[in-house]
């Protein structure tokens, strides 16, 4: 029996169309809500939980109590991000982030714009959060958008057979390779590496085009020693277009308090880290700084 792709639901917290940076071309970027890790450095909070949450900009709010007036809490009950608050609220400081969407209505969506993507090599990526979380909605979106390139940002996070799943239904992967010791990607990010290297060495053997992505994080997993172990893990393989390096944003912790979490990194953000490319190139990897 066919599955209904179309049918399929997850939830979602952006679309950015016309993005320059998250794969080739113009594209359409569509960003997964949830995500089974917990880096310490996550610079979009917004995606960590699969819940609708809602955000608030409390510098701006004058306290004029008309978002008490509707809440449940106010009354006793709990935030379940009804979004009350959202429509009483005069200077719009309140926002439900979370929307649940089937895949074909996403898809639709998504395909608005590609004629825009043009014979330049865009087309759409999928990001996150981690879009592997949401495996069945992932898997349904990708089948509707056959035909145009599709590419995926993603932890490596999941059991073997989602993942090569995935690697059949996108033209480009970007992965993550946040740490290669896996005590210390343990205490990081909540979670072992196993899984995360076990499905390189799958992405290495797919002959599918993927690019490895390093959050340089100063003084976390920008040493010499992690940047060369990376790099040794990457050696030969003909189907790596290369190696981007992206520096620690400096700004990360000024969403959190919108959605009502601490920000607190265990790490010197205002370090510069080191971003050495030599260790890829002197082994004929390309490597870039983003």
Not at 15 to 35: H, M, N, Q, W
Not at 126 to 133: D, I, K, Q, R
Request: aromatic share 6%; proline share 4%.
């Amino acid at each position: 029996m066919a599955v209904d792709n179309r049918g399929i639901s997850g939830m979602i917290f952006d679309i950015e169309e016309f993005a320059l940076y998250d794969g080739p071309g113009i594209r359409s970027t569509v960003f997964f809500k949830g995500c089974p890790l917990r880096c310490v450095w996550c610079h979009n909070p917004e995606g960590i939980s699969k819940n609708r949450e809602l955000a608030v900009k409390t510098a701006l709010c004058d306290g004029c109590g008309l978002c008490s007036e509707v809440c449940k809490i106010s009354r006793g009950g709990e935030c379940d991000a009804c979004g009350a608050c959202v429509a009483v609220c005069p200077k719009r400081n309140r926002r439900i982030c979370g929307e649940v969407i089937t895949a074909g209505a996403l898809a639709d969506r998504l395909k608005q714009n590609s004629e825009f993507f043009g014979n330049g090599g865009g087309g759409i990526t999928v990001s996150g959060g981690e879009p592997l979380y949401q495996s069945a909605f992932l898997m349904a979106l990708l089948r509707e958008l056959n035909g145009i390139h599709r590419a995926i940002e993603t932890t490596g996070y999941a059991s073997e057979s989602v993942f090569s799943e995935m690697l059949n239904h996108v033209e480009l992967v970007m992965m993550d390779i946040k740490h290669t010791d896996s005590a210390e990607h343990k205490r990081l990010t909540g979670v072992d590496n196993a899984p995360i290297l076990a499905n390189l060495e799958i992405l290495k053997a797919s002959g599918k085009p993927f690019i490895i992505r390093i959050p340089l994080i100063p003084g976390v997993n920008d040493s010499g020693e992690n940047l060369r172990n990376t790099a040794a893990l990457l050696v030969g393989c003909e189907n790596l277009e290369g190696v981007e390096l992206l520096p620690y944003n400096k700004y990360t912790g000024s969403k959190y308090k919108s959605f009502g979490k601490t920000y607190n990194p265990p790490f010197d953000e205002q370090q510069e880290p080191n971003a050495d490319v030599e260790c890829f190139t002197k082994l004929g990897i390309r490597c870039n700084v983003i």
